[in-house]
């Protein structure tokens, strides 16, 4: 049984009920309080996002300062009622235009009860698409004034038939301007020894696509991956251009890509859905280009003194530039007093994390800027034991530079009218989990 | 158009008190009832938002019912899809209320505009009122038949929802067999997919009873069916998809080639960005190919890269869900992952769940060739702010020196964290060391050196204490201050507070005493008073048992409570392969999360551990026969056999009286103390009032080992064996691995045996005939394992027989164990005899 999920309840941290919705009778009305006693109220919150308690297992996540909770009673696939929470969120998120948080949940509430309505049928997850969901959603969300899009978009007509073959994308759809948007989105992971050697490293790509395209237009998407590449070379006949290519270790993609096609010929091609969606995921470990390397060195000076030498490097492109780099130095907990020294950006000594955070608006490549501080420390009795020095970590942007090295080799749109349509492409690698040990 | 955002914040739940505020909106609502004013649906909106929202947050509003029923008469579709909600919420417990709705559902069922006959219907089956399902039949079949999917849809769903109400009325309208028909002719997939799932959960439901539902059950795995699911499956949801692939893992393919086509059909499934179809289509995968080997490996090659993506992408929560799959098929096939260690390296910030899983993988996936790089890993987690997750790590270093051969930098690892001076560590490693000083004696010298400047006073924790004192006690030659440091312990003998260090404390003094009796003899004699006074039972019992054998006699006292000892070869594993098959089986459920199959926690009655083991030890020999078990597997598997059923015993019979011996040795939570002081343990069990077969079998093997001079009986001319002969798994395992093999060779099997044998139960019943009992079987064409056991007559002599039978060969590998050597030549011929009339008689 998939997930066969009898109640569905949103709580705020405190416990209150923000929405509640029970699908089946198999389990008691009290089960928020199970929750409540048994999970949030103890050390136990945290520890296991899966839980049993008196027969019914409950499931939960928490998103901003929200606490999603599935009860099943049955033997149930966990990870597809995860994926299940995760989509509904995403799916929310779209409705409200962007939080998903207590006020948001508060300010739409009658909009979530209609949609856990249809997205869930007697514990059983049913359509998640938004396309569908617009026909059967009345409600607008109360989007925060801050979001860009107003919504102002025509009810559609919900006898319309939308499935059949592409059953994310409606027909009829008419653009004044036909537009293409794709974005190569990377997290670099990265964990280094104190020696300076990479002890883990590897990057999780994302291809985020938004679509204003008229009709019903075919995609073909060419990158600089290997398998691609020598398929391509292999039919044409002739042999593979010289360059970097990229051995991408695993794919998955969007619903819309035709799976077999790319199995057969390593293409990408999709009838796009209409607006953004993300178009794959890949994930690679070999050959990365790790934009910031970072140097530490950090002396204990006898009990009280500390010195935190820390350079870094950035190794990419000299005419590129990094955005919001953010490096967290820890310090030990009886810090008393930090003075620093910077080449580039600003430091401070922040005391509710334990961390000198140094931030660099904005980073050329090929320089190295370096921070030198003096950290004075109280002297305790109680802590005689060495610091146990947790890992440096660092957060940056770097636009139009790829970690992975992948880069779109074409973007192709058809359709049968044959209007001319504008792409744009941009990339960025961003930080994902960037450790340094010291 | 939703109002502004600050006029529906006012109704949110600022603590109202309930009752003024009920009867204020009964007021407001009953104004609006009638009112046909132009804005009405507006104030209407409000006032229903308010009444929901006192609902979500658990004030009692039913006593609005009436009016909400009134106020329902709209053509505005929000209203309606809020007061439906209402009235599926308060229906149950307002039957009477409830019957007032009937109507105006009825009316919008037939509503022109699809979406609302949908709602009203899905309204409608959600009411859950036992006495009015009369009204669901007739809307329910027209909303099957209707010409909207939506509405076909919802119908079908509702269908199930009037089976959970009233199962007759459903069959009774033939509401299956519709089902059947719409899920094989829709022309929308979601349509099929809601008639799958609800004819799955009736036809299960029904099957114990019905012979038609369980023959449709059946159907449904049938081969036609799971071809014309397959070849949609694209055009199914997603989740959907999910279920059709848990119902083909269900499903028996005739023969290899079909194996391929569907693997073939599906293999792009395993790049679907939802990683619950990834997983799905692993299962399916896994599953299809459990009967051939290669191919099975070729699998785990293949589905490794999307697994491993799947842990690294997505929400912790759903990384823990993937990571407890991995460590499933990392304890099936550990070579698979033990190159892509690194992705188990743990993330400073990530959720400790998530971490205590990469542990337990790396501790897995850790052989000759990463063990270096994982255990200098797992040393920087030492070191972690998190302390638990600091312990666990230590204890991961434990187990890969325990699981490893090559333990040289293991060990000096080891000790360097004793030397880290945090009272955790210390405790922690202080049990490793000892765990590993009892499967590597060798390294005693190495260790002890470090441990004995351990000063007692930092090490707080019962295990770590409990450690120390062992290795105090058992290395006592060797460390200079060992029998003071001992003695300062029995002092503070009223201040310690855990019976199992005291337990230690006595037998400690005692091994220090057989060593260094003059420096030992005052703080002996404290103890055992000391002991014999404490008022924890089980002390005072060891105590007093201790006093008693050193008056009787020095000598007998020093063979029974510090005998030489063997090194532990194997720390066994608590979990049967039993149980790890089965969950194997329930694969991509919540069982793997929780570690146990599912009958062990969704069954109603929360069985206990007892009848579990009962069950468990009832199935062992003819489940296992019927287990698909990879030929391959059957070797590893035959420890983990005869332990399924010995925990049988285990937990039937003594498990109060063992624990208090066996918790000294009970080093990790995992590894329980397997065989190496076998004496030591069968002569405290009686004192701890062992009533269980064990004990007295224990004492046979003292006396039959603890001396070994015993003169063997002489064998007699003809062997008899006993034909009621009994011997309980615990011990057969315990004899098993005590004694040598006698005899080994290897038998031919006659053609008319080969086949008889399409199932391990046919030779059973054939030996068992010949007064040699089966105890443990498992394996599928061509190899079969059996362990056999047979006693001599009229004498408690047992014969222990491990047979694998390969039938493509025709060939019996035998290897006999026996307690009594001299006759294991006669009881050879006598089962080789009685193997050879196998399939003859």
Request: glycine share 4%; with cysteine; charged share 20%.
């Amino acid at each position: 049984m998939p997930v066969a999920a009898s109640a569905i309840y949103f709580l705020n941290l405190r416990g209150d009920v923000l929405i509640n919705r029970l699908y089946r009778d198999d389990v008691g009305g009290n089960m928020v309080d199970a929750f409540r006693m048994h999970i949030m109220q103890t050390k136990e919150l945290g520890t296991c996002p899966v839980r049993q308690i008196g027969g019914c297992s409950f499931f939960y996540m928490r998103i901003s300062n929200v606490y999603i909770v599935i009860v099943v009673s049955s033997n149930a696939n966990v990870a597809c009622a995860f994926k299940f929470v995760v989509e509904a969120v995403a799916l929310f998120k779209s409705y409200f235009g962007g939080a998903f948080d207590e006020d948001a949940i508060r300010n739409n509430f009658v909009l979530i009860y209609e949609l856990l309505d249809e997205i869930m049928d007697f514990g059983y997850p049913q359509n998640l698409s938004p396309e569908i969901l617009k026909l059967y959603i009345t409600q607008e969300g109360v989007r925060s004034p801050f979001s860009s899009k107003p919504s102002d978009k025509p009810v559609p007509n919900a006898t319309l038939q939308v499935t059949g073959a592409v059953g994310w994308r409606r027909e009829g759809l008419v653009y004044k301007k036909n537009e293409v948007f794709l974005d190569i989105v990377e997290s670099v992971n990265l964990l280094m020894s104190s020696k300076g050697s990479v002890l883990r490293c590897d990057v999780t790509g994302k291809i985020l696509m938004k679509c204003f395209l008229s009709g019903m237009p075919d995609l073909k998407l060419g990158l600089n991956d290997k398998i691609g590449l020598e398929k391509e070379s292999q039919l044409k006949s002739r042999p593979p251009k010289s360059g970097k290519t990229i051995e991408l270790d695993d794919v998955t993609f969007h619903q819309c890509v035709n799976l077999t096609r790319f199995n057969s010929e390593k293409t990408v091609s999709f009838v796009p859905p209409d607006g953004e969606f993300e178009l794959m995921k890949y994930r690679i470990t070999e050959g990365v280009n790790l934009p910031f390397r970072v140097l530490p060195t950090i002396k204990e000076l006898g009990r009280t003194r500390m010195e935190v030498n820390v350079k870094v490097k950035s190794v990419f492109g000299a005419k590129m530039f990094a955005l919001g780099v953010v490096i967290k130095i820890p310090v030990p907990k009886q810090t008393a007093k930090t003075s620093f020294q910077v080449t580039s950006g600003r430091a401070k000594y922040q005391a509710a994390i334990d961390c000198l955070v140094w931030k660099i608006r904005k980073f050329p490549g090929q320089t190295e800027p370096t921070l030198s501080a003096e950290v004075e420390l109280i002297s305790t009795m109680a802590e005689k034991k060495s610091w146990t020095r947790p890992p440096i970590q660092m957060e940056f942007q770097v636009p139009m530079f790829t970690a992975s090295g992948l880069r779109v080799r074409f973007l192709k749109v058809w359709e049968k009218s044959g209007y001319n349509t504008v792409e744009w492409v941009r990339y960025i690698t961003k930080a994902g989990s960037y450790e340094i040990r010291c | 158009m939703a109002p502004p955002a600050q006029s529906q914040r006012s109704p949110s739940p600022s603590q109202p008190s309930g009752k003024s505020e009920v009867s204020d909106l009964k007021l407001q609502l009953r104004q609006l009832a009638g009112s046909r004013a132009p804005g009405v649906d507006d104030s209407k909106r409000e006032l229903f938002k308010k009444v929901i929202s006192y609902m979500t947050i658990g004030i009692d509003v039913s006593s609005l019912f009436g009016e909400m029923v009134m106020c329902s008469a709209t053509s505005d579709i929000v209203l309606k899809k809020m007061c439906y909600l209402y009235v599926g919420n308060y229906a149950k417990v307002n039957p009477d209320l409830a019957l007032l709705t009937i109507n105006f559902l009825q009316r919008d069922c037939r509503d022109e505009d699809p979406m609302i006959r949908g709602l009203a219907l899905r309204s409608l089956c959600s009411l859950r009122v036992a006495n009015l399902v009369e009204y669901l039949v007739g809307p329910l079949g027209s909303g099957l038949k209707d010409s909207n999917s939506y509405v076909r849809m919802v119908a079908v769903m509702g269908v199930l929802k009037l089976y959970h109400i009233s199962a007759s009325t459903c069959i009774d309208a033939d509401f299956p067999s519709i089902l059947k028909h719409l899920m094989l002719h829709d022309s929308d997939t979601q349509v099929v997919a809601n008639c799958l799932s609800a004819l799955q959960e009736i036809w299960s439901a029904e099957a114990s009873t019905s012979e038609e539902a369980s023959r449709e059950r059946e159907a449904l795995i049938s081969k036609p069916f799971i071809y014309y699911l397959l070849n949609r499956i694209k055009e199914f949801c997603e989740w959907a998809q999910c279920l059709v692939l848990e119902l083909v893992t269900k499903y028996v393919p005739s023969d290899s080639s079909e194996i391929f086509d569907i693997m073939n059909l599906l293999e792009d499934r395993l790049q679907h960005a939802n990683g619950a179809v990834v997983l799905a289509t692993i299962r399916v995968f896994l599953q299809l190919t459990l009967s051939m080997t290669d191919v099975h490996q070729q699998v785990y090659e293949r589905i490794k890269a999307p697994l491993l993506t799947l842990v690294s992408s997505g929400s912790p929560e759903q990384s823990y869900a993937v990571l407890s799959h991995l460590h499933l098929l990392v304890m099936r096939a550990p070579y698979v992952f033990s190159s892509d260690y690194k992705h188990f390296y743990c993330q400073y910030n990530e959720p400790s769940y998530v971490k205590r899983l990469k542990l337990e993988m790396l501790t897995a996936v850790a052989n000759e060739s990463n063990t270096y790089e994982i255990v200098t890993e797992l040393c920087e987690y030492a070191a972690n702010v998190d302390i638990p997750i600091a312990r666990e790590s230590i204890r991961a270093v434990g187990k890969i020196a325990l699981q490893q051969y090559d333990v040289n930098a293991i060990v000096d690892r080891l000790l360097q964290f004793l030397e880290m001076e945090k009272d955790y560590v210390t405790a922690e490693a202080l049990v490793l060391v000892k765990d590993l000083l009892r499967k590597y004696p060798q390294w005693s010298h190495d260790c002890i050196a470090v441990v004995g400047n351990i000063s007692s006073k930092n090490v707080q924790e019962p295990k770590a204490k409990a450690a120390l004192i062992w290795m105090l006690g058992e290395y006592s030659q060797d460390m200079q201050d060992a029998p003071y440091v001992l003695e300062s312990l029995v002092e503070n003998w009223d201040e310690e507070h855990s019976a199992e260090v005291r337990l230690h404390l006595l037998t400690a003094m005692m091994k220090c005493f057989f060593k260094r009796p003059p420096e030992t003899q005052s703080a002996l004699g404290a103890a055992l008073a000391a002991g014999i006074a404490d008022f924890h039972q089980d002390v005072h019992d060891r105590a007093l048992f201790y006093y008693r054998i050193l008056r009787y006699n020095v000598s007998v006292a020093e063979r029974v409570v510090n005998p030489p000892k063997q090194a532990v070869s194997v720390f066994a594993d608590t979990q049967s392969s039993e149980i790890k098959d089965r969950i194997f089986d329930e694969f991509n459920s919540l069982s793997v999360l929780y570690q146990k199959p599912s009958y062990m926690f969704t069954d109603k009655e929360h069985r206990g551990p007892l009848e579990f083991a009962d069950e468990l030890g009832n199935l062992s020999i003819g489940e296992a026969a019927n287990n698909v078990v990879p030929t391959q597997m059957v070797e590893e598997n035959d420890k983990d056999l005869l332990l399924t059923t010995s925990e049988k015993e285990e937990t039937k019979g003594s498990r109060n009286n063992g624990s208090a011996y066996s918790v000294p040795y009970d080093g990790s939570s995992t590894s329980v103390f397997a065989s190496q002081t076998q004496i030591e343990s069968a002569v405290s069990n009686p004192t701890l009032a062992g009533h269980s077969p064990q004990a007295s079998f224990a004492i046979d093997d003292l006396l039959g080992l603890g001396i070994p001079a015993a003169p063997a009986v002489l064998s007699p001319p003809q062997l008899k064996l006993n034909t009621k002969a009994a011997l309980d798994p615990s011990t057969f395992q315990q004899k098993w691995r005590q004694l040598p093999v006698a005899l080994s060779q290897e038998i031919s099997v006659s053609p008319q045996g080969v086949a008889a044998l399409t199932a391990p139960q046919a030779l059973l019943r054939h030996m068992q005939s010949h007064s040699i009992h089966c105890i443990a079987s498992g394996g599928q064409s061509p190899n079969f394992k059996f362990f056999f056991f047979a006693q001599k007559f009229e004498e408690s002599s047992n014969y222990l027989v491990e047979c694998v039978i390969n039938t493509s060969s025709a060939k019996a590998q035998v290897k006999i164990k026996a307690d009594d050597q001299n006759t294991s030549q006669d009881f050879s011929t006598l089962f080789e005899s009685a193997l050879s009339k196998f399939g003859t008689s």
